[in-house]
């Protein structure tokens, strides 16, 4: 799989939380606000994003438009869908705004007026800036590529995230530059030489419990539902092929096999069925195999 996709991808599932005080901005122009347009004062813009899930109904992109704009913000991107199959609506805005116009906790109360009007199964915001940093930790296995990707993002500041630590099933040498890498930052490395009758999940689980989720960057363990309810938090897979077809090990051989003339990468939530998770994003490579 080649670099190029492996670094899109994973930028793509780090929208939800990448956008971080690097990416916060003054404005030189004059806000004004909204419930008192004669006055104005230079603006401090930071990003929020919210995400958003409820039963498919009349309005609702109109409501969410208008609470952000009725507090001065303004929408940079907005992804929508709705199932052909169900009457579910989903929806993505990421926006900027000012805090001084729209403080965190009036931003919750708006969302939460909107949540109770359309029943929403699920409305969560972020503001990056302002909101404690996601903690998470790494799982990997022998290739680095993925690995490496995800620490480069995360150096740039383009992952707004704290790394606790990388979890290992093979061993680095002091010299290898992954290791040399995280010792100049402080992240812990564990090595946990694993075998087909102990695969050391409780001590994983050990060392990922003060975490809000978990990365398998080239992972290649399947890990049981017994570690699955136990950690009963989100865990990504950042799998190189495109599902839902040629799951499990070497799905890029599988598709050359098939006759494939495309290859690409796949990030999906972890569930107790193999490489059966929602897709989170995926993103084709445009060279050919050939």
Same mark, same amino acid.
């Given at each position: 799989m080649k670099m190029g996709i492996v670094q899109r991808l994973c930028s793509s599932w780090s929208n939800v939380f990448r956008l971080g005080n690097r990416n916060s901005y003054s404005s030189f122009n004059k806000s004004v606000d909204p419930t008192n347009p004669s006055c104005s004062s230079s603006s401090f813009l930071t990003h929020g994003i919210h995400v958003f899930q409820c039963p498919d109904a009349?309005?609702?992109?109109?409501? #969410? *438009?208008?609470? /952000?704009?009725?507090?001065?913000? @303004?929408?940079?991107?907005?992804d929508v869908f709705v199932p052909q199959?169900?009457?579910?609506?989903?929806?993505?805005?990421?926006?900027?705004?000012?805090?001084?116009m729209w403080p965190r906790m009036q931003m919750e109360e708006d969302f939460l007026r909107i949540s109770k009007t359309f029943n929403a199964m699920r409305s969560v915001i972020r503001v990056p800036a302002l909101d404690p940093k996601y903690k998470i930790a790494i799982l990997v296995a022998q290739q680095d590529h993925c690995?490496?990707?995800?620490l480069h993002?995360?150096?740039?500041?383009? #992952? *707004?995230?704290? /790394?606790?630590?990388?979890?290992? @099933?093979?061993?680095r040498s002091p010299e290898?530059?992954?290791i040399r890498f995280l010792d100049m930052h402080g992240v812990p490395y564990h090595y946990l030489r694993t075998t087909a009758e102990n695969k050391r999940e409780e001590e994983i689980l050990e060392l990922v419990q003060n975490t809000d989720f978990l990365v398998l960057a080239r992972s290649m363990r399947i890990l049981s539902s017994f570690f699955l309810r136990s950690y009963g938090k989100d865990i990504i897979n950042i799998h190189h092929g495109l599902l839902p077809s040629f799951s499990g090990s070497n799905p890029s051989k599988q598709a050359v096999d098939a006759g494939v003339k495309?290859?690409?990468?796949?990030?999906?939530?972890?569930?107790e069925g193999l490489d059966a998770?929602?897709?989170?994003?995926?993103?084709?490579?445009?060279?050919?195999?050939?």
């Open positions: 009349v309005g609702i992109v109109a409501n #969410l *438009s208008d609470c /952000i704009a009725s507090r001065g913000g @303004n929408i940079l991107s907005a199959n169900k009457r579910v609506f989903y929806s993505r805005n990421v926006f900027v705004f000012d805090p001084v690995l490496i990707d995800l993002g995360w150096q740039d500041g383009r #992952l *707004s995230v704290d /790394i606790t630590c990388v979890i290992s @099933n093979h061993y290898n530059e992954v495309l290859i690409g990468a796949t990030s999906h939530f972890v569930t998770g929602p897709i989170i994003e995926q993103m084709v490579n445009i060279n050919a195999i050939t």
